[in-house]
């Protein structure tokens, strides 16, 4: 229904900044929400950052502030923007959207980029 491909995953020292891409393709009109995951190892995936189609966003309290998460309608792009990275930052960073076809409801993920802060 959705596909996500990520990108702009790395590795980066502590304090620096990345930006992740997803784009979105196939039923793209029918996305409400998109959003980033990370997950580390050995820990459950947790919400980072949301953007719903009219701009609303929502962060998770370890990142308001330095994370920044905008949304390109016309091009199906989401961004993440992360500044002041660091080592607690190091996940894989799964892109998600979420949305309503023909009356069901969807959750679509991508295949994830990493990141790793190093000290």
């Known amino acids: 229904q959705v596909q996500l491909v990520e990108s702009g995953g790395g590795l980066v020292q502590a304090g620096g900044s990345l930006r992740l891409s997803c784009v979105a393709s196939g039923i793209i009109f029918s996305i409400d929400h998109m959003a980033w995951y990370r997950q580390a190892p050995g820990k459950q995936r947790e919400l980072v950052a949301r953007?719903?189609?009219?701009?609303?966003?929502k962060y998770a309290d370890s990142v308001k502030g330095r994370f920044t998460i905008s949304r390109n309608n016309a091009k199906n792009i989401v961004y993440l923007q992360m500044n002041s990275l660091k080592p607690e930052d190091t996940a894989a960073y799964y892109c998600n959207a979420d949305g309503y076809y023909s009356g069901r409801s969807y959750d679509s993920w991508g295949q994830g980029t990493q990141v790793t802060v190093s000290s």
């Open positions: 953007i719903s189609s009219g701009g609303t966003t």
